[in-house]
């Protein structure tokens, strides 16, 4: 059941057909621990929470605007950029230079889509001694652990979905363009953007922000747990 605790809350980022064989394994090794798979409906309560999650996270940072309009995960400029944005401005092409910011955001929400069954395989390598400790751990303890045990792997997946994703939604030729221009202004300090590298480290902040506002919601409001199986499971945590 301790494993249990952990898929809840990551699975606003999984994709619904890779759980078939991951919700035996889980049934099979709660049946052990508990003594009666009848205590928790493991399968049914999985496919809940994986299809609410999917409606209250996925679906927002994915959707156009999910990024951009929402300030908590928006991206903005790097110091490096900011001066580019303001000397574009003050040159008259404002336009120009929301587009580009726009891009960036559209690079992240397209290669969220792309990217959610990255964290699989940490979720089904958790051991019972980390669920627990999640469990009872602090409201970000699910997002730290798995920032702590993801970031690099992850980061090596994300980028070339992000390198793709950039060059898809046009934002490639936005900055080029964006580059050129300003690299030709006399006296200025010519730029080079790691674009790839940006966007990746803060689309993955998007998605542990996202992450940790679900968790938080679980552990905190009662209301959030809508079925007999969430109350079960985190009436544990409760009581600690």
């Not at 057909?17 to 889980?26: C, I, M, S, T």
């Not at 409606?55 to 300030?71: H, I, M, P």
């Amino acid at each position: 059941m301790k494993k249990l605790i952990v898929l809840f809350i990551f699975m606003p980022i999984i994709s619904y057909g890779q759980w078939n064989d991951v919700l035996n394994k889980v049934k099979d090794q709660v049946t052990k621990v508990s003594g009666s798979s009848s205590s928790v409906n493991i399968a049914g309560g999985l496919k809940e929470a994986l299809q609410n999650g999917i409606s209250k996270q996925v679906s927002q940072l994915t959707a156009t605007d999910g990024f951009y309009k929402n300030e908590l995960v928006k991206i903005v400029l790097p110091p490096e950029l900011q001066k580019v944005d303001k000397t574009l401005r003050k040159m008259g092409m404002s336009k120009l230079a929301d587009d580009g910011i726009r891009s960036l955001n559209r690079a992240a929400e397209n290669a969220v889509k792309e990217a959610t069954p990255i964290f699989v395989g940490a979720i089904k390598d958790m051991s019972f001694t980390d669920a627990k400790s999640i469990l009872m751990g602090n409201q970000s303890a699910a997002t730290d652990y798995l920032k702590g045990s993801t970031s690099s792997s992850l980061y090596q997946k994300f980028s070339p979905v992000i390198k793709q994703s950039i060059g898809k939604v046009g934002a490639d030729k936005i900055w080029s363009n964006i580059i050129k221009k300003y690299n030709a202004i006399p006296t200025v300090s010519k730029v080079n953007p790691d674009l790839t590298d940006y966007v990746t480290q803060k689309s993955m902040d998007g998605v542990f922000t996202m992450i940790a506002i679900e968790e938080k919601n679980i552990r905190t409001n009662l209301t959030s747990r809508t079925s007999e199986t969430l109350k079960k499971v985190f009436a544990l945590q409760d009581k600690k």
